[in-house]
Nanobody
Framework: QVQLVESGGGLVQAGGSLRLFCAASGRTFSSYAMGWFRQAPGKEREFVAA????????YYADSVKGRFTISRDNAKNTVYLQMNSLKPEDTAVYYC???????????????????WGQGTQVTVSS
C-alpha cells in the first residue's frame, strides 16, 4: 500500500507562483512513476504532468507547458509541482498519483495510476 499526501496549495493572485508537494510512503519510491492531475469544479479530472523514475524525463499537458515544472527527490520520497505564471483557469484541486508496477512512466490517463492522494486546493484570483 502506498500513501500519498499533498500539500502547498492555497490562494494566489494571477501571475503568482505556488509549489506543491506530494510525500509518498514506501521503500521503493524511486521505482514509482509519478504524476499530477487537477480537477476544477464541474469538470473532469485532467492530466497536468508526469515524471520518470529518476526524474530525468518529464511530460506536460499543453495547458501548463512552460509554466509548470514537475520534479522529484527520491531521497525524500517527494514529488513537486512548481507552478509559475498562474492563471484563474488553473484553479482546481490538485492530486498526485503513483504507478508502482514499473511498466512505464509516460502516463496521462487516470486509470494508468494505482494510488492517489487526497488533493490540495489551488485558487487563483484575477
Amino acid at each position: 500500500q502506498v500513501q500519498l499526501v499533498e500539500s502547498g496549495g492555497g490562494l494566489v493572485q494571477a501571475g503568482g507562483s505556488l509549489r506543491l508537494f506530494c510525500a509518498a510512503s514506501g521503500r521503493t519510491f524511486s521505482s514509482y512513476a509519478m504524476g499530477w492531475f487537477r480537477q476544477a469544479p464541474g469538470k473532469e479530472r485532467e492530466f497536468v504532468a508526469a515524471i520518470s523514475w529518476s526524474g530525468g524525463s518529464t511530460y506536460y499537458a499543453d495547458s501548463v507547458k512552460g509554466r509548470f515544472t514537475i520534479s522529484r527527490d527520491n531521497a525524500k520520497n517527494t514529488v513537486y509541482l512548481q507552478m509559475n505564471s498562474l492563471k484563474p483557469e488553473d484553479t482546481a484541486v490538485y492530486y498526485c498519483a503513483a504507478e508502482v508496477d514499473g511498466s512505464s512512466w509516460y502516463l496521462s490517463k487516470m486509470y494508468e495510476y494505482d494510488y492517489w492522494g487526497q488533493g490540495t486546493q489551488v485558487t487563483v484570483s484575477s
